[in-house]
Structure formats: structure tokens, C-alpha cells
């Protein structure tokens, strides 16, 4: 069973870069066919897609984010990390870390959600 934990700072001042790190154990992001995906939900919102890097490397982003976007991966270390610049308020939500199988399916993997808040 795929297992993911979010880390990184709570609080983000705005125009400053967000930076968080997902850790997985219990598989591999660099062997096992996986969207290892950033999802996140502002206050009394919906769940909203982020973006993903797949076993292969690859990327993709939302079209509404995707000029602050950047998510990357440490193989070693069995990692994977989302950027997201320029934040503003707005940006303040939970954010979660969750894996999909490329073969279809729902997102069978949670981390438990870190939340971020963007303000001076």
C-alpha cells in the first residue's frame, strides 16, 4: 500500500514561492506507473487539481496554473515536490499529495494534507 506524508512551511508570505514535498514509501515514483499528483481545496471549496509528474518524469498542469507551477522529483530520496510562485492569498488551502494508477482508477493513495496560508 502506497503511503504519502506532505511536508513543508504553514506559512507563505505573498509574491514568495511555495515549496512542499511529498515523501512515498511503500512504492517507488521513479518504477511503480503512477500520476503522483498535487491536489489541493481552498476554504469552503472544492477539491482542485494541481498538477502531476509521472514515472516517467513527465509533467502536466493545470491550464490555470501552469505559469506558477513547477512539480519535480528526487528519485533518491523517493520524493516529489511542488512550486507553486507568486503566491497570493488565494493560494491559501490545504494541499494534498495522492497517487493514481496510469492504468485508470480513482486516486487510491492520500497524504493527510498540509495547510498553507499566504499572508504578511
Known amino acids: 500500500q502506497v503511503q504519502l506524508q506532505e511536508s513543508g512551511p504553514g506559512l507563505v508570505k505573498p509574491s514568495q514561492t511555495l515549496s512542499l514535498t511529498c515523501t512515498v514509501s511503500?512504492?517507488?515514483?521513479?518504477?511503480?506507473?503512477?500520476?503522483w499528483t498535487w491536489i489541493r481545496q481552498p476554504p469552503g471549496k472544492g477539491l482542485e487539481w494541481i498538477g502531476y509528474i509521472s514515472v516517467s518524469g513527465s509533467t502536466y498542469y493545470s491550464p490555470s496554473l501552469k505559469n506558477r507551477t513547477s512539480i519535480s522529483r528526487d528519485t533518491s530520496k523517493n520524493q516529489f515536490t511542488l512550486q507553486l510562485s507568486s503566491v497570493t492569498p488565494e493560494d491559501t488551502a490545504v494541499y494534498y499529495c495522492a497517487s493514481r494508477r496510469i492504468s485508470g482508477g480513482d486516486f487510491g493513495s492520500w497524504g493527510q494534507g498540509t495547510q498553507v496560508t499566504v499572508s504578511s
Open positions: 511503500g512504492g517507488s515514483i521513479a518504477t511503480d506507473y503512477y500520476y
